[in-house]
């Protein structure tokens, strides 16, 4: 089954939502680079409390939602 494409593409720095395969495990991530095949170099904190990098699926990035700081 196909999925539509995302039309957002974050750069780097922006801090975004990751929703993977369990909607359950959703984090916010911050988007470091653009990688190969559709696919974004993220960092998240780890279990241990530590940053992390990962490579996930640019589609699966969301925008965050407005927030109580945000100006506007």
């Known amino acids: 089954m196909l999925r539509a494409q995302s039309s ?3 750069c ?4 975004a939502a ?9 984090r916010n ?3 470091l680079a653009e ?3 559709g696919r974004m170099v993220v960092e ?5 409390g530590f940053p992390v990098r990962l490579t996930v ?9 407005p927030g109580l700081f945000d100006l506007g």
């Open 8 to 10: 957002w593409l974050p």
């Open 18 to 26: 990751y929703v993977g395969r369990n909607p359950k495990m959703a």
């Open 35 to 37: 990688a190969s095949a």
């Open 29 to 31: 991530v911050r988007v």
């Open 57 to 65: 699926k640019q589609e699966n990035l969301r925008p965050l939602p």
């Open 12 to 15: 780097a720095g922006t801090v």
């Open 44 to 48: 998240a904190i780890g279990r241990k």
